[in-house]
């Protein structure tokens, strides 16, 4: 019975902690419980792992769940989730037309959970207040010791200025205002608003922060966070990025290291390199390396600082056939100095291809700084990347010919809707 609602109302299964993971933990002021040995639990920005259900009977008899133990310290003990895409029907929630339920497994019977839907950044300017609160719901467990499905309640607008459009994040509050409770409750199967990615097709993309989110983040020097891309254009149009601030605090290299963990492993296939749009004031280096518990393959960037999105291109061809399941990501490499701020996005398997590999002699020629085109049925789609990988000029060509600007050996790829796909290496005097 609690399947039928989903096909009548629009109520979509958002987290099983299965096949169906369309949250990411942010924030939290208890503990996650997590059984996967390769990492901690859920740490800023990225996917919480869980933990195998302690009970395979009644209404949840599903091997994986969440677990959290709540702070006794805080009366208003909370964790934060970022949904994949937003929420495109929450309306229809606070309305009455449909209604959240979620399985859940406590100790004591009267566990009282509260669903609060928020803007992020309004929200953290004062976490004491309800400013930046859109809609709150409410349910309370019925038994103790026992899987039992709760449905949630509408319980107010607490400020009237946000709009479901505003909506970014979710806040799970347990035993809401009680001092001195440490309870360890378990959840699984939260039904609830379309979360914006339901038509969103599998690709190569790691972590755009909105609808692939492939990464859990599990250490870091600095801070991690996830934000409002505060300038959409160029090659970083989406509304989501993330956010990253050195502390001065690192290993004993001199790097702030940020740790983030592959839960499948991921397997580069047919790829050899990994792309990232990154924006920053500071021309710093940036390092990835992939390990696979054996074998560890790094490649390092550096970004251009002009303050703009900018796409950086990390070449692994020497990565043999691996599944990897940890990457480390350093912003600033050697460098422990506080206040390196970098905002990053987009992290993607591409391909690029051998110097010689594809090149048609014929369609393309290149003269005087010049690159002409015998066949223009098509426009063409130019890429310019330095030595270091940084992508410093992308172009679409209408035209027979197109003045290539930037000096230096560059690495160019061009390719077209008729399947040309050619990467050139050409000395621009």
Request: net charge negative; aromatic share 12%.
């Amino acid at each position: 019975m609690l399947i039928m609602p989903s096909f009548i109302f629009g109520q979509v299964l958002i987290e099983n902690f299965e096949d169906e993971r369309h949250l990411n933990y942010v924030e939290k002021s208890g503990e996650f419980i997590s059984d996967n040995p390769n990492e901690a639990p859920a740490l800023m920005g990225g996917m919480y792992w869980g933990t195998a259900n302690p009970d395979m009977t009644g209404p949840n008899q599903s091997p994986r769940c969440g677990s959290y133990m709540r702070n006794a310290v805080e009366s208003f003990d909370y964790f934060v989730t970022i949904p994949a895409g937003g929420f495109t029907n929450l309306n229809d929630f606070t309305d009455g037309s449909n209604f959240f339920t979620l399985d859940v497994w406590t100790p004591e019977a009267g566990t009282t959970f509260l669903l609060s839907f928020e803007n992020r950044e309004i929200a953290l300017i004062d976490p004491d207040s309800l400013d930046g609160v859109h809609s709150r719901f409410t349910a309370t467990s019925s038994v103790a010791n026992a899987w039992n499905t709760i449905t949630f309640e509408f319980l107010d607008f607490p400020d009237l200025n946000i709009s479901e459009d505003d909506i970014d994040q979710m806040v799970v509050l347990v035993n809401n205002d009680m001092e001195g409770n440490d309870v360890t409750v378990y959840f699984d199967n939260l039904y609830g608003p379309d979360f914006g990615c339901m038509d969103v097709d599998e690709t190569e993309v790691i972590e755009d922060f909105e609808c692939h989110r492939e990464l859990e983040y599990s250490f870091t020097h600095g801070g991690i966070d996830f934000v409002t891309n505060p300038q959409q254009s160029g090659s970083n149009n989406s509304e989501k990025c993330g956010f990253y601030e050195s502390y001065g605090a690192g290993d004993e290299n001199g790097n702030v290291i940020n740790i983030f963990t592959f839960e499948p492993p991921l397997n580069f296939g047919d790829y050899n390199s990994i792309s990232m749009n990154v924006k920053s004031t500071f021309m710093k280096n940036v390092q990835l390396t992939f390990q696979d518990g054996n074998n560890s393959y790094t490649a390092e960037v550096e970004t251009s600082g002009n303050d703009t999105w900018s796409e950086l291109v990390f070449n692994y061809s020497d990565v043999s056939a691996s599944e990897f399941t940890q990457a480390i990501l350093i912003f600033a490499t050697g460098e422990l100095e506080a206040g390196y701020t970098f905002y990053y996005d987009d992290i993607a398997l591409t391909q690029t291809t051998s110097v010689e590999e594809n090149i048609n002699t014929d369609n393309i020629t290149i003269v005087d700084n010049f690159i002409y085109f015998s066949e223009m049925t098509t426009s063409k789609h130019i890429r310019v990347y330095d030595l270091s990988g940084r992508l410093i000029l992308d172009e679409v060509c209408q035209n027979n010919s197109f003045e290539l600007m930037p000096k230096g050996l560059l690495l160019m790829t061009i390719s077209d809707n008729n399947g040309l796909n050619t990467t050139i290496k050409h000395l621009n005097k």
